[in-house]
Nanobody, 115 residues
Framework: QVQLVESGGGLVQPGGSLRLSCAASGSIFSINAMYWYRQAPGKQRDLVARISSGGSTLYADSVKGRFTISRDDAKKTVYLQMNSLKAEDTAVYYC?????????WGQGTQVTVSS
């Protein structure tokens, strides 16, 4: 069983920064790829960023150059550094991984970008 707990969301002005964290616990291994998704009101949940076990990263076009995903396997934590935030980044952000064929999600953390 894997548990994922996100933190770090909040209200920020356009152009500001936030760093999200996702702490994993349970029988999770450092071989897992980790993902950040987001879901805005009335919209589908979309992939924001992915980091492989080896540290390779992938980003949605909408966040390239502004967001950075990273991981600390010793702490079983994945991060999402978000810079130059825009109103359209407003969403609930979710951490995700697949372990032993099971899909795990955190409870989400709200990010609101507004002046």
């Amino acid at each position: 069983q894997v548990q994922l707990v996100e933190s770090g969301g909040g209200l920020v002005q356009p152009g500001g920064s936030l760093r999200l964290s996702c702490a994993a616990s349970g029988s999770i291994f450092s071989i897992n790829a980790m993902y950040w998704y987001r879901q805005a009101p009335g919209k589908q949940r979309d992939l924001v960023a992915r980091i492989s076990s080896g540290g390779s990263t992938l980003y949605a076009d909408s966040v390239k150059g502004r967001f950075t995903i990273s991981r600390d396997d010793a702490k079983k934590t994945v991060y999402l550094q978000m810079n130059s935030l825009k109103a359209e980044d407003t969403a609930v952000y979710y951490c995700n991984t697949v372990d032993m064929g099971n899909n795990y999600w955190g409870q989400g953390t709200q990010v609101t970008v507004s002046s």
